[in-house]
């Protein structure tokens, strides 16, 4: 199959959100920017165009999808009833990168929530994926447009370099604003569940609903079964090493680290992520103290040292507060050694 990618602009957009939403009619699949990662996109309702979803990935057949919409009515259709703290979420932070799971509708096929009883949605902040879905008028399921284990993609490009060949189309709407998935709430059993921590923050959550219980990690069948996949992995060791909680300590810590692997600063084979402090290596991102910065690149910067070559990443670890925690957590997926 050939793969058509599309830069979409103010002059065009309505051509190729036409020619988008015929192919999800159609039940095809079509990789679309998001404000967190492109998703890749099928309609809701129909089975056959989900399983396509799930063999362009490679992924596993249990780990459920998030219904995309792009109008607050379609909520009613694919859920049995909205919770008093959802629509509390829902006020404030929709369209955005806040994904609410509810328990779901008999309207919505057992392909797209892993056979759970619940389904996850959000409406996403982007004016192409909401005109794709309202074009196309049905929900769209979209996971991120990555492969199956591969960090999520922030730029068409991405997309491409994994599922060229296995998809008929990509719109390209450049970087992704937020740069990692939205943040996943369970709503479906009368607590609130924080399944996947994202833009939207435990804190920010807790001071609207009351307490957002973490997952607890000793569950042998996951709740959320994204959880217990391999994720976010570059080609490339990453080598994670952990914030301390005193910021000059935890910068010491991290060049001490460093030091003490003994990596040379000039090597084409190692690549540096760091926050508190530039530390002068020849592949190095430095994210300036800026959590929203390093969210925003952390995907395209293990993206980017896989394309030149680099062998071992050496990433700075910051505190889980905040829009941290999701930096941590995606990190931590992605480690194969945390000092
Ligand atoms: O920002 C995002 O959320 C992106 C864009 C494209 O919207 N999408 C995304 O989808 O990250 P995906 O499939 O890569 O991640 C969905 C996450 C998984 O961790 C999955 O296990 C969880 O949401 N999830 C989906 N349905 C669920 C459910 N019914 N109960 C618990 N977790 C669920
Ligand atoms: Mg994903």
Same mark, same amino acid.
């Given at each position: 199959? =050939?793969?058509? *990618?599309?830069?979409? #602009?103010?002059? #065009? ?51 459920? *999808? ?9 909520? #009613? ?7 008093? =703290? ?5 006020? /404030?932070?929709? %369209? ?19 056979? $759970? ?21 049905? %929900?769209?399921?979209? %996971? ?12 068409? #490009? ?21 740069? $990692? =998935? ?8 009368? /607590? ?22 973490? %997952? ?13 996949? /391999?994720?976010?992995?570059? /080609? ?67 993206? =980017? ?35």
């Amino acid at each position: 199959m =050939e793969t058509k *990618l599309i830069k979409i #602009n103010l002059t #065009n957009k309505n051509k190729v959100l036409s020619i988008a939403s015929d192919l999800i009619k159609k039940g095809e699949v079509v990789a679309f920017p998001t404000e967190t990662v492109y998703g890749l996109g099928a309609n809701a309702l129909d089975e056959n165009a989900v399983k396509k979803i799930f063999i362009a990935k490679g992924r596993p057949n249990d780990n459920p *999808l998030i219904v995309h919409i792009s109008d607050i009515k379609q909520l #009613n259709e694919l859920v049995e009833f909205v919770p008093k =703290e959802a629509e509390i979420l829902i006020k /404030k932070y929709w %369209p955005g990168p806040l994904t609410i799971v509810m328990k779901k509708s008999k309207r919505v096929p057992s392909c797209i929530t892993g056979g $759970l009883n619940t389904v996850a949605i959000r409406m996403p902040n982007n004016t192409i994926a909401l005109g794709l879905i309202k074009k196309a008028g049905v %929900p769209i399921a979209a %996971p991120s447009a990555n492969s199956s284990t591969k960090p999520s993609p922030t730029l068409a #490009n991405h997309v491409l370099n994994d599922l060229n060949g296995k998809i008929p189309l990509i719109i390209d709407g450049g970087k992704c604003k937020v740069g $990692l =998935e939205s943040t996943v709430l369970g709503l479906s059993n009368g /607590k609130a569940v924080l399944y996947r921590p994202g833009k939207i923050t435990k804190e920010e959550l807790e001071k609207i609903i009351g307490e957002v219980e973490l %997952p607890s990690g000793q569950i042998k069948v996951p709740s959320s079964p994204g959880m217990k996949y /391999k994720h976010y992995s570059p /080609k490339a060791e990453v080598i994670l090493i952990e914030a301390k909680i005193d910021a000059n300590e935890s910068k010491d810590n991290f060049l001490g680290n460093v030091k003490k692997i003994g990596l040379n600063e000039d090597s084409n084979l190692i690549g540096v992520i760091s926050f508190t402090k530039k530390i002068g290596f020849k592949n190095e991102f430095f994210f300036n103290n800026d959590v929203n910065l390093y969210a925003k690149n952390l995907f395209f910067a293990l993206r =980017e040292f896989d394309k030149r070559g680099v062998e071992k990443i050496i990433v700075e670890g910051i505190l889980d507060e905040g829009f941290g925690l999701a930096v941590m957590n995606r990190l931590r997926k992605a480690a194969s050694k945390i000092i």
